[in-house]
Every structure is written in C-alpha cells, then in structure tokens.
C-alpha cells in the first residue's frame, strides 16, 4: 500500500468514526438525560412501556405512549397508520415535528425503536434514547413518580422520509439482487419456522437477532463489537439493508444499530414484515 493509500484509508477511518460518534448521540446515558432535562426545559419525555408498568412507577414528567396505538386494525397485525392519522396520534399526545423527544422502555429497546423510527419516519428532528439502566438512574437520583402526564396538544405536520419504509413490492423485488440484503430480526427458531407462529422466513432474508445488538444491561452495544456481528453475518455498509421480523417492532431495533450506531446510510423497515408476507406471499407465488 503506497503513502497515498494509507493516508486516504486513514482519513476515512477518521470519517467513519465522526459519523458514527455524530449518531450514536441519539442514545443517552443517564448523566447525559438529566443533563438534557435542564437545558431544555420544553423536553418530551416519553415512556413507551406498558400501560400497567407507567402506573407503577415513571420518570417525573413523562407522558406515556403505547407503539400499539399506532397501528390499523385489520387482518394484518402491526401495520402502521397513515402519516395524518399518526401526525395527528403525536400531536394529541403534545408532541410536534420540531419537538426534543426522548424515549425510554423496558430497556429491551423494542417499543422505544419502534417509535422512535415512527418519529423519524414522520419527520421529527430531534428524538433521542434513554436506556433503562437501574442502577445508573440511581447514581443520578433520576425521579420518578405514578403521577400521570398529559401534554398540551400541538400540531404536527409530517414531512415523509418515504426512504426508511420499504414496500411489500420491493421486499418481493429485493430477493437475488446482490445490492440488497433482507434481515429477518426475529430469533432462530422463528427464522427456521421452528415455533408455532412461524413458517419460516421471506426467501433470501438472513437472520440476525435483533438482542444480539444490546448488552445485559440494555445498552447498544459498540460499534466494534456490532460491526463485527453483522459482517459475519454478510450485512456490509454498502448493501442496501432491509430490516423485518413479524410486525416490524423488533426490526426497529436492528435499524437503529445499523443506522444510528454503526452509520450504515441505506437501511429500511419493511413495515408489513413477516405477518404482510404470510398474507401476500400468494401474489408473487
């Protein structure tokens, strides 16, 4: 390699890890929230855990919202809404396109993901990921409370990423294209159809469990580490990645590690995933 090649390989490395340092502020950390809460003091917090675990106990402030209000009602299970329908869902909640919003769940990160990339989706610029670490939320005397919060409404005025969501048609076009991978979220035995809900996976999709990007503790884990899981798994940066599991919820976690930690550019969530597929799947047969 001549002085040349070594230098330009040096500098992109550099690159890479500013993109990557640059996304992964999405996900904060217990000093970093409580820090953010009083700089800003118009902050949305948000638990996106179960309704029973919000009434138990919350951070001081937080409203709650369940990611299955955001779906159709219909055969397919897990279908999101439309864009007015969910501009309209968020705005009722006080939520708006330009507001600072932080998420926190369960620390499995399913239900914060989801949302998140519904927000990202929609237009939102300023969402963000608290991990539900116990005993780092102790350290900072983090407050909670069962007070619920409602928000004042706002308007919320969506401006599509249409580039994050991938169609059931081009999930259909994607199989045997080598610019595109297909990553089925869920964990082995759904993949190999060796569960009662599952038949197998979508043609062409490789299987990557979406805990495999989350520590014990329900951080993401570094992008070292990630990086070498997906690549082991055929996922390179310069695929086009489209991410599934049954209703597109666990998905969102495998987005956000491509995404928002390892700085992959091209990753969608095929929205329909796998229950969309069952009930397709006839069509392109």
């Known amino acids: 390699m001549t002085i040349l090649n070594k230098i330009s390989t040096l500098i992109f490395l550099v690159l890479l890890s500013v993109l990557q340092l640059s996304a992964q502020q999405d996900c904060l950390s217990a000093e970093d929230f409580i820090a953010l809460t009083k700089a800003n003091p118009n902050l949305v917090i948000v638990d996106a855990n179960r309704a029973k675990t919000y009434q138990t106990n919350h951070i001081k402030g937080a409203i709650h919202i369940n990611h299955m209000d955001l779906y159709q009602e219909g055969e397919i299970k897990g279908l999101l809404k439309s864009p007015e329908e969910l501009a309209a869902f968020f705005g009722q909640k006080g939520i708006s396109e330009k507001s600072s919003v932080v998420l926190y769940d369960d620390a499995s990160h399913k239900y914060t993901t989801r949302i998140y990339?519904?927000?990202?989706?929609?237009?939102?610029?300023?969402?963000?990921?608290?991990?539900?670490?116990?005993?780092?939320?102790?350290?900072?005397?983090?407050?909670?409370?069962?007070?619920?919060?409602?928000?004042?409404?706002?308007?919320?005025?969506?401006?599509?990423?249409?580039?994050?969501?991938?169609?059931?048609?081009?999930?259909?076009?994607?199989?045997?294209?080598?610019?595109?991978?297909?990553?089925?979220?869920?964990?082995?035995?759904?993949?190999?159809?060796?569960?009662?809900?599952?038949?197998?996976?979508?043609?062409?999709?490789?299987?990557?469990?979406?805990?495999?990007?989350?520590?014990?503790?329900?951080?993401?884990k570094p992008a070292v580490e990630l990086k070498a899981i997906v690549e082991a798994a055929g996922i390179t940066p310069d695929k086009e990645v489209i991410v599934y599991c049954v209703t597109g919820v666990r998905a969102s976690v495998l987005y956000y590690a491509f995404k928002n930690v390892l700085g992959y550019e091209k990753v969608k969530v095929y929205d329909g995933s796998y229950n969309e597929w069952v009930a397709k799947k006839d069509v392109v047969n």
Do not use: C
């Open 117 to 220: 990339w519904t927000l990202k989706y929609l237009g939102a610029t300023d969402v963000k990921i608290l991990s539900k670490d116990m005993e780092a939320w102790k350290k900072v005397r983090l407050p909670l409370t069962t007070e619920v919060v409602a928000l004042k409404p706002v308007k919320f005025t969506p401006a599509i990423s249409a580039g994050m969501l991938a169609t059931f048609e081009e999930v259909v076009k994607a199989e045997g294209q080598p610019g595109i991978v297909l990553v089925d979220s869920r964990n082995a035995d759904e993949y190999a159809g060796k569960t009662e809900d599952s038949k197998g996976h979508i043609p062409g999709a490789v299987n990557l469990d979406q805990a495999l990007m989350l520590t014990e503790t329900g951080y993401f």
